[in-house]
């Protein structure tokens, strides 16, 4: 068996290593390519399955338990959740940034044994609807009322200007995807 030089086996590993980051690079950057597709797939799935909470239901079961009951209105179809043991109604202050300045929204959350869940996001404090939920939901816990049912206000055109948009996004990418793969094979 003939010895191998040792610029042979140097040549011989860095063709290995070049082969290994060459096969991560290739197999990683297509992969990355699909990110934006597969958020702007979920976004449709959340609009068309999931939804928005519309209605806040609450009902005493036990003196000190209190159980409510979120319904969310989708493209196509309603669902129902239920949150177990709420505690009560904050309004919690969300701060964020990005090259355009500084964002603040006004969360609506359901306080509740089991974790906190957010109802609607508004760019208001003083948002009437907001205040509304808050007082009434937190009075409906002090106070010795059966049952309470909020509505929330919920407006579908934005949510299909959206959805219009990010699927002419997704479209756009998809010909582009399309193009990329055709000139490869010409």
Known sequence: MPKISQQNWRLRISNIFSTIIGN???????????????????????????????????QKVKYTQINCTLKYQA?????????????????DTRISSSEN??????????????????????????????????????EFIKNSEEKLILTIRYTWLDTLII????????LIFVVFILNS????FN
């Open 101 to 138: 300045g500084t964002t603040t929204d006004y969360v609506a959350v359901l306080r509740s044994e089991n974790g906190n869940r957010d109802i609607k996001s508004y760019s208001n404090r003083n948002n009437p609807e907001l205040e509304l939920l808050n007082r009434r939901l937190n």
């Open 75 to 91: 493209l196509l179809q309603t669902s129902k959740q239920e949150i177990q043991n709420v505690k009560g109604m904050d309004i």
């Open 181 to 184: 793969i055709t000139q490869l």
């Open 163 to 170: 959805s219009f948009f990010a699927f002419v996004i997704l």
């Open 24 to 58: 991560i690079f290739s197999r990683l950057i297509p992969g990355l390519l699909f990110l934006p597709v597969l958020a702007i797939l979920y976004y449709f799935y959340w609009t068309l399955w999931i939804g928005l909470p519309i209605e806040v239901a609450c």
